[in-house]
């Protein structure tokens, strides 16, 4: 069983960068598709970004590509999402997901993490 836990969030100015990291625990890391999701205050969790266990295939939500990058190291059994170029609405809890599959956009696994706080002053 995965067991995943986000760091890395915190206060920034837009304009700014942040890196989030997932570690997971489990013995299995190399074997999921890892995502990013995020839920922001009154609104429903969004996919953010997708990256396949090979590290080769990888989706991002529109209102972040070309400013977010998710990357992975299966050595270290660790996801990053590295966060360029900050915006006040890209404020939310940022929470990383394993699945198994590598369905349709936007579905997500069945491990979560338990969130990390991004909060983007203007």
């Known amino acids: 069983q995965e067991q995943l836990v986000e760091s890395g969030g915190g206060l920034v100015q837009a304009g700014g960068s942040l890196r989030l990291s997932c570690e997971d625990s489990?013995?299995?890391?190399?074997?999921?598709?890892m995502g990013w999701y995020r839920q922001a205050p009154g609104k429903e969790r969004e996919f953010v970004a997708r990256?396949?266990?090979?590290?080769?295939?990888?989706d991002y939500a529109g209102s972040v590509k070309g400013r977010f990058t998710i990357s992975r190291d299966n050595a270290k059994s660790t996801l990053y999402l590295q966060m360029n170029n900050l915006k006040p609405e890209d404020t939310a809890i940022y929470y990383c997901?394993?699945?198994?599959?590598?369905?349709?956009?936007?579905?997500?696994?069945?491990?979560w993490g338990q969130g990390t706080q991004v909060t983007v002053s203007s």
């Open positions: 990256l396949s266990w090979s590290g080769l295939s990888t």
């Open positions: 997901n394993a699945n198994s599959y590598w369905g349709p956009v936007g579905v997500p696994g069945a491990y």
């Open positions: 489990g013995r299995t890391f190399s074997r999921y598709n």
